[in-house]
């Protein structure tokens, strides 16, 4: 993928914007990293992600692909020859890199109106919260729970 497409794919991607940091071209969401970019002058030089554990296992085992460095473990990946995959995956693993960062997002902030939230919510009534990871489900229960939810 060339570097304008895959700037201009990432930038149409809600809230997106661009940073020059540790030496690359960093794409982040509400403040949070979602692509770290390795450039060799005007080219893509390599192309770290996020991604779920599971993920994380299935793609370094692929050519081309490593756990990404400086990044937390297993849950970042690094792709060192962006041709190795078709531009429609590349698009996908962007895609997937952005929406575990928004999910993220959605947690913390929903944990951060915890108790604003419950306090809004009629007593006996019932609060439905959407848009959690299911591997974010447990800590978002536990943190309404300390806030006061039953």
């Not at 060192?80 to 997937?96: A, H, M």
């Not at 952005?98 to 993220?104: E, G, I, M, R």
């Not at 913390?108 to 419950?118: F, R, S, T, Y």
Request: charged share 25%; aromatic share 8%; with cysteine.
């Amino acid at each position: 993928m060339r570097l304008d497409r895959l700037k201009s794919f990432a930038l149409a991607l809600p809230q997106t914007t661009t940073v020059d940091q540790w030496g690359c071209l960093v794409f982040k969401v509400a403040g949070k990293v979602f692509i770290i970019l390795s450039l060799d002058g005007a080219l893509p030089d390599g192309i770290s992600l996020k991604c779920t554990p599971e993920e994380f296992d299935a793609l370094t085992e692929r050519d081309g692909f490593s756990p990404a460095p400086y990044c937390a473990k297993r849950h970042w990946f690094r792709l060192n020859d962006l041709s190795l995959v078709p531009e429609s995956e590349l698009q996908g693993l962007i895609r997937r890199s952005f929406d575990l960062v928004v999910a993220n997002l959605i947690a913390e902030i929903l944990i951060d109106m915890a108790p604003e939230l419950l306090r809004r919510t009629t007593p006996g009534g019932h609060l439905i919260l959407s848009g959690i990871l299911g591997e974010k489900s447990g800590w978002v229960v536990e943190e309404f729970v300390k806030s006061g939810a039953v």
